[in-house]
């Protein structure tokens, strides 16, 4: 490819700070949308099914998002990374082969591990509800391809049809809660069967994506084809730079394996005190109970998912044209914006939060300790500065080291939930979650000063050259 190929692609193809700040605030209204539509589909699940039914509900859902997040997840990012990188270096077409390989291979794991174990799934942890062991699996299976869009969307920085995307998805799972709320159905099973449809529904945006992405091409194959009559000597070597970027399968897998750690280690912080409440408590509501605490941080994590789906793609631009300034820029407004919202967020529940929970939200007698939820308000926030310090690692190329962090603090919150160090299990999980979210901030902040340094150290050694 020439340089004036390049520049041109390049410019059609990446919008600019400008752009990249109104598509988060479009993304972010989308999913700000979506987060509060999950949680109200929880919310009236357990208002119209009752305690132990809603549990289960509460344990499909948790058992699912750790899986998708799991395997899906990772190609999302990787998608995003590697058409954002080649995007910012002018060209404009990325193969596809790869990423569906190493999605393809997730996804016949999962299945083939899932069918292995029907019969445990289904007697224990459904309790013989076999109509949630085939929502389990089959909604696993269309996430697939739900995850695989959003990457693409991402990658492409189409932030609006990505926030479409997940906004038709919580809209069509909450209506389902909302048909047995008005009487139209009832019944377990038919609250649970909104978590499959929702990935399936999704899906209607990827048309109105092909199309706009087929627009793009047709502009830049004729800025290509203007370049190819004027193109000189020595093209051929730029045009095999380009070729040698390709993503190969092994790096592709290195990649997605790290990341597939970072995201079992977020969901460990986030589900991890269900599980061991439930197996461990005599309780059979009180697993319920720590699932509606964390949903405190479920939900603003999932809105702090549109910073993150646009803040990847954006600094892995920079990373790629030496925007050091701008990156660390870009870090340091994100994290104040953070700490603002969690302090907010902290003060509110010390006032209201147990009113809010008990009386509002989820209609369950249960006495919330103030100081408690405010704990997860605070662990909250440093799980959102932790996903920051995160994205700037995967664009810097760090995925393997910031996934041994996010290992750690994970092993770390599990012993502190399996070591009876504080006997009210709630609260076990209140304090654990936001010591291990304050450890994982603190070791990936290290992370990025290593990034730093290193990146300001190849910034001179070109300027000497």
Known sequence: MSASRADAAAASERPGAASYGRGARILSIGIASTGALTF???????????????????????????????????????????????????????????????????????????????????????????????????????????????????????????????????????????????????????????IVAAPCVSLIVVPAAFARRGRERRGVAEIEELDAALAGPGTEGIEEAVAARELTLRHGSRFAFAVSGVMLSEQTLLNAAVLTVDATSASRALAGIVFNVLMIARAPLQLFQAIQTSLLPHLTGLEATDGHDAFARAIRITILAIAAFAATVALVLLAVGPFVMKDVLFGQHYDYDRFGLALIGLGMGTHLIAGALNQAALARDQA???????????????????????????????????????????????????GAVAGLSRRAGLTRR
């Open 40 to 194: 109200a589909y929880f919310s009236i699940a357990s208002h119209v099914l009752g305690a132990v039914s809603a549990k289960r509900i509460d344990l499909l859902w948790s058992i699912m998002f750790v899986t998708i997040s799991v395997i899906y997840r990772p190609i999302e990012q990787l998608l995003s990374r590697t058409i954002a990188d080649r995007r910012a270096r002018g060209h404009a077409d990325q193969s596809l082969r790869v990423p569906m390989a190493i999605q393809g291979g997730f996804a016949a794991l999962f299945a083939a591990v899932a069918l292995a174990l029907r019969h445990t799934l289904t007697s224990g942890v459904f309790n013989h509800h076999e109509a949630l062991y085939w929502v389990l699996l089959a909604g696993t299976l269309a996430y697939a391809a739900s995850y695989f869009a959003r990457g693409w969307l991402a990658g492409h920085e189409y932030f609006a049809l990505f926030g479409g995307l997940v906004l038709m998805e919580s809209v069509s799972r909450l209506c389902f809660a909302l048909a047995v709320a008005v009487s139209l159905a009832s019944g377990q099973t038919f609250v649970a069967l909104g």
């Open 400 to 450: 393997r080291v910031a996934a041994g962090c996010w290992l750690v603090a994970a092993v770390a919150f599990l012993g502190w939930m399996v070591a009876p160090v504080i006997g009210d299990e709630l609260l076990r999980t209140e304090v654990g979650y936001a010591g291990a979210t304050t450890f994982l901030v603190l070791m990936l902040w290290g992370v990025y000063r290593r």
